[in-house]
């Protein structure tokens, strides 16, 4: 049997860690009430695709949407980041 290996080395380093930082996962960390809230808009968002929209969906999915700018907001100030084009 002939075997058929690689000339060259993997593209890829494999870290020795095999895991994420600590780093990593604190931003993860800061970032998942972001993640949910997205989550929470995309679910009223699917919901509403085979139905036509009612006062409780429209208002669910602005409440959604609202929460998503919040986060972001919140994520932003947490983060110090300045945004620009914006009216002071």
């Known amino acids: 049997m002939l075997y058929i290996a690689a000339l060259q080395a993997a593209v890829t380093a ?4 095999a895991g994420p930082s600590d780093a990593e996962l604190r ?7 972001l993640v949910l809230a997205e989550v929470d808009l995309l679910d009223a968002q699917i919901m509403m695709l085979d139905r036509p929209a009612s006062e ?3 208002q669910r999915i ?4 609202r929460r998503v700018l919040a986060e972001r907001r919140a994520l932003t100030n947490r983060a110090g980041l300045a945004l620009t084009g914006g009216a002071a």
């Open 14 to 17: 494999v870290p020795s860690g």
């Open 27 to 33: 931003a993860v960390e800061l970032e998942m009430p």
């Open 56 to 58: 409780l969906d429209e």
């Open 62 to 65: 602005r409440r959604a949407r």
